[in-house]
């Protein structure tokens, strides 16, 4: 599976694998928000809302005991 990299108007687009890309936006860490409502005839049924932050770890911030 790949991607496409739109880097700009004037610059050609690049195709990139689906684990690169992936790799890329753990490296720099990645938030997802959202909130979804359902609601009928105007009155709130159930309301849900998502706040994730996801990031790679890094050997440096582990504690020395659990470092492999």
Not at 3 to 11: E, H, I, P, T
Not at 26 to 48: K, M, P, Q, R
């Amino acid at each position: 599976m790949t991607a496409v990299l739109d880097q700009g108007r004037d610059a050609p687009m690049q195709r990139i694998a689906l684990v690169d890309l992936l790799d890329r936006l753990l490296a720099g860490g990645v938030v997802i928000t959202g909130d979804l409502v359902i609601s009928i005839a105007g009155v709130d049924l159930v309301e849900v809302s998502l706040r994730a932050l996801i990031t790679s770890v890094r050997d440096e911030l582990l504690p020395e005991e659990e470092r492999p």
